[in-house]
């Protein structure tokens, strides 16, 4: 019997794709978002395919309001939707003399507008369901960001929103914030030996964050049926509230 179906964005590699996974481990039907790379959005339905559980991806632009609401209808169709999680995003490191205004736009687009406009689609939805919300930070929107104000600031505009829709959803659907620090990704993999090595010995438990462990904390989140706009730093330690 399934869970319900989950909509995910960004769930073609990386993070969403390992929500994905185990969201299908957990018994729901997974509509996941990826940005028309055919070959990505495969492999996360064959990683998924052992669960028995429906799995489609969905080619959406997160700046396209036409093609995410596309996506909740995708959803629909498969069944009564009682789980979204925005994990989609973007980075581009950018020291403030060299933001451009497109920097800006698209950072928030993604971050902030595209969580607001599906919650807003879904949320007769998630009521219907009594159903939750994550979407998916960092922990450099709780402290600031190394990367710059572009991500920075739209990161914590993604906690406010969070808080936000809380208050306006309660009591029927829950909304919380996942923020975590560095994980173990291809991004990650991307950055030099020494850089790694700082940020691992800045971390308390010696070491970067797996997929599987963000992926597992945020199901667990969307289980909670006591908890909202609450946000969880998931970072080996390096900020601690």
């Known amino acids: ?7 995910v964005t960004g769930g073609s590699r990386g993070i969403g794709r390992a929500i994905v996974t185990e969201a299908a481990r957990r018994g729901f039907d997974v509509v996941f978002s990826h940005r028309g ?14 669960t028995g559980r429906t799995v489609v991806g969905v080619a959406a632009d997160m700046q396209d309001a036409a093609q995410l609401a596309a ?10 939707v009682s789980v979204l999680i925005t994990c989609a995003g973007l980075l581009r490191h950018a020291a403030l003399k060299d933001i451009t205004d497109e920097d800006w736009r698209e ?37 600031g960001s190394v990367h710059g104000a572009p991500y920075g600031a739209s990161k914590a505009g993604t906690i406010g929103l969070s808080h936000t829709l809380a208050r306006e959803l309660a009591p029927r659907v829950r909304v919380n914030t996942l923020a975590p620090g560095p994980i173990d990704t291809d991004m990650w ?11 691992e010995d800045a971390t308390p438990l010696g070491r970067v964050g797996t997929k599987g462990e963000i992926a597992r904390a945020a199901l667990d989140i969307c289980s909670w049926t006591y908890v909202t706009g609450q946000t969880l730093v998931v970072n080996g330690g390096r900020v601690m509230q």
């Open 107 to 143: 950072a928030f687009a993604v971050h902030v507008t595209a969580p607001m406009l599906l919650a807003r689609e879904l949320a007769p939805d998630l009521a219907a369901t009594n159903g939750a919300i994550l979407n998916v930070s960092s922990d450099g929107g709780v402290v």
């Open 189 to 199: 993999a991307a950055v030099d030996d020494a850089a790694r090595r700082k940020v």
């Open 1 to 7: 019997m399934s869970a319900g179906v989950a909509v």
């Open 71 to 80: 996506l909740a209808a995708a959803a629909r169709e498969i069944g009564p």
């Open 37 to 50: 790379r055919g070959s990505d959005s495969a492999e996360t339905v064959a990683e998924s395919a052992a």
